[in-house]
């Protein structure tokens, strides 16, 4: 047996959960509420708080939740197109299909693995209704030059920024730009975690007002209200066939504690970044983009190499070697232009998307997270430099 058999297996992502997020979950069961209830307004307070920028922030149960109620409330519906990119989770698409409207999917760019602006604009028909933009991997998206080109186009901005948490760019945190509305994820694996939830976050009160009804089947009041209120605490109103989409205060218990300790967490993501930029060196990888200038930062929810053109080995076999010495590795994404409903509903072919297929084909994502000690990263890094050859 070799020493990294004899080791555990490494994974790719944990999540860090403390003892004081295990406390509040067993404070909201012993209180009784297990449902939306006092934590998720706490916890949607102090995402306004954390964000700043006069935003209001809606709790729901995932960001594909958030992200539905994001185009549900802009009234996007047949016949309209939103324009997102294929390199992406089927999430960010999929909440189009789902108001009846079509996504129109654009390639990336190299530098920045996000959707490219240029040729988000060339997209830009009369039936336009959105932008999506995904903050991949935690990179920020080029915020100014979109919203300047949904401003000349009278089209809204719908961020996919479930990788976002917490991401400057121009000095501006993402969440706080002048989008319709930024969607924020604390699924598992993400840079906060709830298990399952997410963000609506907007600056537009009728944004959030719709969202807030939509989450919880369209009743024109929350749980909260219900049992709290002045009013007859039986009443309420149902206004439209909304859904289920509220978080729990299980959740929001856990999210009151990560939230916390975001700053925390991304600081310690960047540091094993650094550490990887500085040993990967050298390597025959393209190391990840970095955003430029003191007013911009990197989340570092994923860090995701791609093998250069001198490489001799493939990523399939990079992959395989990494599981064979007990480190988890992942592909972000299996773009959806291959993936077949995609790809047949809209005729698409890897030919149009040469970025996106380049980094489906040469890109991996090495594991990062804040519980990896020196030693599990220095694993990752020994071994990826034996197997590229390099040692
Ligand atoms: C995780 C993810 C989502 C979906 O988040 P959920 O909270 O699991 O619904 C959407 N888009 C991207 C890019 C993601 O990585």
Request: aromatic content about 10%; some cysteine; overall charge negative.
């Amino acid at each position: 047996m070799t020493a990294d058999a004899a080791r555990p297996f490494l994974p790719f992502a944990l999540p860090e959960i403390g003892e004081e997020e295990i406390a509040e979950v067993v404070d909201s069961l012993r209180s009784g509420w297990i449902t939306t209830g006092p934590k998720t307004r706490r916890f949607e307070q102090a995402f306004v708080d954390y964000l700043g920028g006069g935003v209001e922030a809606v709790a729901v149960n995932s960001a594909t939740a958030g992200l539905h109620l994001a185009v549900e409330a802009l009234n996007i519906g047949p016949g309209d197109e939103v324009i997102t990119t294929t390199h992406t989770f089927t999430a960010t698409a999929e909440v189009v299909r789902y108001m009846g409207a079509h996504p129109v999917f654009v390639d990336i760019d190299l530098d920045t693995y996000c959707m490219s602006t240029e040729l988000a604009e060339a997209a830009v028909t009369p039936r336009t209704r959105a932008l999506m933009p995904v903050h991949y991997a935690g990179f920020p998206c080029a915020m100014q030059a979109l919203t300047e080109l949904a401003d000349a186009s009278g089209i809204d901005i719908v961020e996919d920024a479930a990788h976002a948490l917490p991401t400057l760019v121009d000095g501006r945190l993402i969440g706080t730009w002048s989008s319709a509305a930024t969607v924020f994820s604390f699924y598992a694996t993400k840079t906060i975690a709830t298990g399952e939830g997410g963000m609506l976050v907007t600056r537009r009160p009728e944004i959030a007002r719709r969202a807030r009804i939509m989450r919880l089947h369209g009743i024109d009041r929350d749980a909260f209200d219900r049992y709290t209120a002045k009013k007859p605490s039986w009443y309420y109103e149902v206004v439209a066939p909304g859904y289920k989409y509220n978080m729990t205060d299980l959740a929001a218990s856990l999210g009151l504690h990560q939230l916390a300790k975001a700053d925390t967490f991304m600081q310690r993501r960047a540091a094993i970044a650094a550490r990887y930029d500085e040993a990967l060196e050298g390597l025959p990888l393209v190391l990840p983009p970095r955003p430029s200038g003191s007013n911009a930062n990197h989340a570092w929810h994923l860090y995701v190499v791609r093998l250069a053109d001198d490489s001799r080995v493939g990523r399939d076999e990079v992959m395989q070697a990494m599981y064979d010495a007990g480190i988890g590795c992942s592909v972000h994404y299996v773009p959806l232009h291959q993936q077949p409903y995609w790809r047949d509903t809209y005729r698409l072919d890897a030919r149009q998307f040469p970025n996106s297929q380049l980094l489906y084909e040469r890109g991996f994502s090495l594991p990062i997270y804040t519980r990896m000690t020196e030693s599990d990263q220095q694993r990752v890094i020994d071994a990826l430099k034996s197997i590229l050859g390099r040692t």
